[in-house]
C-alpha cells in the first residue's frame, strides 16, 4: 500500500503541474505559424520575381500570381495536414494512451502489459512503462511475501514459548527436570526468534549498504586463494573437506567489493553445512575466468535439493525443510543475500544440481576493464 500511496501522490503532484497548454494544441499550432510564415515568404519572393519580369502589373490579384501560388499552397495545406495527423496517430495518442495508463495503474490487480506501437521511441517508452510496471508488481510482492513470512514464523515459536509458559503456571506439581525441560524448550524458541530478527535486521541493512556500495580491481586468483584458506580450516573443524582449484593468471583482475563478496561465500559455505545432511561432507570450490566475467562454483555431495526447489532457492524467506529450519538455524534470507550482491556487482548466479550429488552453486562477477 506504501508503493501505491507513493506512487499516487506523484501521480497528482504530475497532473497539478500539467494544466498548461496540451501539447496536442502546442503542436498543431506551431506548424501552422509555421505554415503561415512559409506561405508569407514565398509568397513575397514570388511577388518580387513576378514583378522583376512583368513590371506593368505586380498586383497580388493578379491570375498569372495567384495561378503560380495556388499550387504552392496547395501543397503546404497538403503536408501540414500529413504532419498533424501523424503528430496525432503516432505521437500525442500513443502519450495520451500512456497517460490513461498511469491513471489506472494498479499493483494488487496487474493490467495486461502495453501492446508497442512502433520501434521508434514511443515504443521505448512503453517497453520501459511495462518493465517498470512488472518492477513495481514485484516490490509489492515482496513486501507483502516479507510480512506474511516474518508473521509465519514468529507465530510457530511465540505459539510453542505461550503454551510452555501455560503448562509452568497452571501446572504445580511438576517436577524439577520436567520444569528445567521445558524452560530449555522455551529458551530454545526464544533463541531461534531472537536470531530471526537479528537475520532480517542485518539483511536489511545489508540491502542499505548495497546502494552505496563501491567497487576497486581485486586480483582473482589472490581472492579465490584468501578465500579457500579461510574455509578450508573452519570447514575442517566442522568435520568438512574443502577442495578446491582455480585457474585464474596472476593478471585476472575483478571489480568488486572484497566485503561484500566475502559475505557470499560465508552465506554459501554455511549453508552447505546447515543443509548438507551428510557425514563426510565435502565441499568443491572452482573458479575461472571467460570473456569479460569470472566464474566460480561451489558443489558438495551432500543429499541436495529437489529439481522442483532449485529455481525458488533465492527467494526471500524460502526454505526446502520447515521442519529443519529452528534445528539447523537460517530462516532462508542466505541465498536471497547471495543474489542481491551478486547482481549489485553486475554478474548472475544459479543454482543446479551437482554432479557430485548434492547442491551446486555458481555465480559471475564483472573482471576489470584494461
Do not use: W
Not at 91 to 103: A, F, M, V, W
Not at 198 to 207: A, I, P, Q
Not at 287 to 303: C, H, K, L, P, V
Amino acid at each position: 500500500m506504501t508503493l501505491l500511496k507513493q506512487f499516487g501522490a506523484s501521480d497528482i503532484s504530475t497532473r497539478k503541474e500539467s494544466n498548461g497548454m496540451k501539447l496536442k494544441i502546442k503542436l498543431p499550432l506551431l506548424f501552422l505559424v509555421m505554415f503561415i510564415v512559409f506561405m508569407v515568404s514565398i509568397g513575397i519572393y514570388l511577388k518580387f520575381i513576378f514583378a522583376a519580369y512583368s513590371p506593368i502589373s505586380s498586383s497580388l490579384l493578379n491570375p498569372s500570381y495567384i495561378g503560380l501560388l495556388f499550387p504552392i499552397f496547395a501543397i503546404a495545406c497538403f503536408i501540414f495536414i500529413i504532419l498533424i495527423m501523424y503528430i496525432y496517430f503516432f505521437i500525442e495518442k500513443p502519450i495520451g494512451l500512456l497517460n490513461t495508463r498511469l491513471e489506472r495503474i494498479n499493483i494488487v490487480h496487474p493490467l495486461p502489459p502495453l501492446a508497442l506501437r512502433s520501434n521508434d521511441e514511443i515504443g521505448d517508452l512503453y517497453n520501459h512503462f511495462n518493465k517498470m510496471e512488472k518492477r513495481l508488481q514485484l516490490a509489492h510482492k515482496e513486501q507483502t511475501d516479507i510480512i506474511a513470512a516474518i508473521a509465519h514464523d514468529l507465530k510457530a515459536p511465540l505459539t510453542s514459548i505461550n503454551g510452555f509458559a501455560e503448562l509452568l503456571a497452571m501446572q504445580k506439581g511438576l517436577s524439577e527436570n520436567e520444569k528445567q525441560e521445558y524452560y530449555e524448550l522455551i529458551q530454545k524458541k526464544s533463541k531461534y526468534m531472537a536470531e530471526l530478527i537479528n537475520d532480517f535486521v542485518s539483511f536489511t541493512k545489508e540491502k542499505q549498504d548495497l546502494e552505496s556500495m563501491t567497487v576497486k580491481p581485486v586480483d582473482a586468483s589472490k581472492l579465490f586463494e584468501n578465500i579457500a584458506l579461510e574455509y578450508e580450516y573452519e570447514l575442517s573443524g566442522l568435520d568438512c573437506e574443502l577442495v578446491y582449484k582455480h585457474l585464474f593468471t596472476g593478471n585476472v583482475m575483478l571489480m568488486v567489493n572484497e566485503i561484500m563478496i566475502g559475505r557470499v561465500f560465508g552465506n554459501l559455505f554455511s549453508n552447505v553445512v546447515r543443509y548438507g545432511g551428510k557425514n563426510e561432507l565435502k565441499v568443491y570450490m572452482t573458479g575461472y575466468s571467460q570473456g569479460s566475467y569470472a566464474y566460480f562454483e561451489i558443489e558438495d555431495n551432500g543429499t541436495g535439493v529437489p529439481d522442483k526447489d532449485i529455481s525458488s532457492l533465492f527467494l526471500k524467506f524460502f526454505t526446502v525443510d520447515k521442519s529443519r529450519q529452528i534445528e539447523n538455524g537460517g530462516i532462508g534470507l542466505g541465498l536471497a543475500s547471495c543474489k542481491s550482491i551478486i547482481e549489485h556487482h553486475g554478474g548472475e548466479i544459479y543454482a543446479y544440481s551437482s554432479e557430485y550429488g548434492g547442491l551446486g552453486i555458481k555465480f559471475s562477477l564483472p573482471l576489470a576493464k584494461h
